[in-house]
């Protein structure tokens, strides 16, 4: 009997729980792999991006992704507070802080990212705090009992939550950004100025194009934040969130390939320039690019996953059950819907409109704080981008549009502007059996409709059974849809079925 692959999973977030799940769902009658997970934190797994839920009332096993039981049914060794401080790449040897160490045959770095604090001088007081750990929102919890004004410096996704939270917390709220305007990545300058209107309107003072100086002691509170040019503003506790970084210190310091502006390098099966290292999520760095969000970590994942597997078995992926086409990360869609302070965000592909030829239709409904922009190429026959706040309805149809290259058989602006025309709303039949329904999972309309053939016929079962919705909840719509057309077409193979049988005549 050939002896189990050990494989060391360093890191225990969304992604690298992942692809925990993802290797003991293909790991066949246990025989193929002993997986050993080294989490840094003093927790398993949990839901960063429903971490400003915690404010709402949620509790950290609210959160939790992932239990001890649940990893020891699966027979996965784990270890918490064991933060990896050396890889010996010859002898293939992690070891912790405490001094354990452990053998592998493949390493999985799932570091993720930290923090970004600019180097401003005062930034290490007492009450600096980051938000990015369910121990951060603890920490920013117990500072605001004895506070009364709180600062985020970051006006991009997470500083925006961060501030949800102080706001929650009944806190008078300031957000200070670098930029001219907030979420600089994900929106336009239009929506950008809309989106700041509507924070402010909701009681959070935000504050653009202002760079901090420095951070000292204050008179009627904590701190006095000195700003570039002279002015300042007095906060009794501040939270970093200008960004992220890779978590790439480990490939740093033990020789792996790493890019010119960090993160460690990986090629199209996640693996490190060490063939038996890997790195998935946002501590990998693939095309020179780094993805900050969840989706491509679970591809990555998945793809490490196969690859391992593959590698492990010599031969094909068939008799894994895995899909061939996700042998390799060919990159990700960026695109992302949310909604912030209540307030709905939509971004989709091109936001910006950068590529050569792009075009951009506007629609602005000024008294109802909606604004919405689509981008198409040069011909207007295809949407690139689009841009929604305030009202992202519509993001379901433009994404798949988007996703899918379905080429307007109307008016662009018919997408976005009411009255322009007849709406090219996609159906759940328009779309190919390919089509990406749920981004976060890689689930294909295809897999919803056999899912749905096997007598998975609600939501929740077919959430269950294909993860589809689960992630960031955003496709929950066009789900349910596609289960609604997938039992509309049975229930008529059915009647087609039942009016061609011979009718029995009576005896």
């Known amino acids: 009997m050939l002896s189990k692959q050990r494989v060391v999973v360093v890191g225990n977030g969304m992604v690298g729980h992942h692809f925990v799940q993802q290797l003991v769902s293909q790991n066949q009658a246990d025989e193929q792999f002993e997986i050993t997970v080294l989490s840094g934190e003093d927790r398993l797994a949990y839901d960063r991006v429903q971490l400003s839920s915690f404010f709402k009332g949620k509790t950290a096993d609210d959160l939790a992704l992932t239990c001890s039981k649940t990893y020891d049914d699966w ?53 600096c705090l980051v938000y990015r750990t369910i121990n951060d929102l603890h920490a920013i919890k117990n500072s605001a009992h004895g506070s009364k004004v709180g600062v985020v410096i970051g006006g991009g996704l997470l500083g925006l939550e961060a501030a949800n939270a102080l706001k929650q917390l009944g806190l008078h709220t300031h957000v200070i950004e670098f930029a001219p305007q907030l979420m600089g990545v994900q929106v336009d300058a239009g929506g950008g100025r809309l989106l700041k209107s509507k924070i402010t309107d909701l009681g959070v003072t935000v504050h653009t194009s202002v760079a901090t100086e420095e951070i000292v002691e204050g008179e009627s509170c904590r701190y006095k934040m000195c700003f570039k040019g002279g002015k300042t503003l007095e906060t009794d506790m501040i939270v970093f969130s200008a960004g992220i970084r ?66 492990t078995q010599q ?70 981008g689009a841009v929604l ?23 662009p602006e018919a997408l976005i502007m009411p009255l322009a025309g007849d709406i090219a709303e996609l159906s759940a039949d328009d779309l190919p059996d390919d089509a990406i329904i749920c981004a976060c999972h890689k689930v294909t309309k295809h897999t919803i409709e056999q899912t749905v053939a096997k007598g998975f016929i609600d939501l929740a079962s077919v959430q269950q059974s294909t993860k589809a919705s689960t992630g960031c909840g955003g496709c ?32």
Not at 99 to 122: M, N, Q, R
């Open 75 to 127: 027979q996965v060794r784990f270890h918490t507070h064991s933060k990896v401080v050396d890889i010996n790449r010859d002898a293939q040897i992690v070891t912790t802080a405490k001094g354990e160490s452990f053998e592998y045959d493949k390493l999985v770095l799932a570091t993720g990212s930290f923090p970004f604090v600019p180097p401003i001088p005062g930034k290490d007081r007492e009450h």
């Open 246 to 311: 890779p978590y790439d210190n480990l490939a740093r310091e033990f020789s792996l390939d790493i890019g010119e502006r960090g993160g460690i390098v990986i090629n199209n099966h996640c693996q490190t320039s060490d063939k038996n290292i890997y790195a998935i999520g946002e501590c990998a760095l693939w095309n020179n690019f780094i993805f900050g969000l969840v989706a491509p970590g679970y591809a990555m994942a998945k793809i490490a996953v196969g690859h391992i597997l593959q590698d």
């Open 315 to 384: 031969g094909t992926l068939q008799s894994t059950g895995l899909d061939n086409k996700a042998d390799e990360f060919s990159g990700a869609d960026m695109s992302t819907k949310l909604k912030l302070m209540g307030v709905e965000v939509g971004s989709i592909g091109d936001a910006h409109a950068r590529s050569e030829g792009a075009i951009s239709y506007y629609f602005e409904d000024q008294p109802k704080g909606i604004y919405k922009k689509v981008v198409t190429n040069s011909q207007s026959n295809k949407l690139i």
């Open 389 to 411: 706040v305030g009202d992202t309805s519509d993001y379901d149809n433009l994404l798949q549009y988007h996703l899918n290259d379905i080429e307007l058989t109307t008016a």
């Open 476 to 507: 929950e719509k066009l789900v349910q849809n596609v289960i609604n057309s997938a039992l509309a077409k049975a229930s008529n193979t059915i009647n087609v079925v039942t009016l061609n049988e011979p009718v029995k005549q009576p005896a």
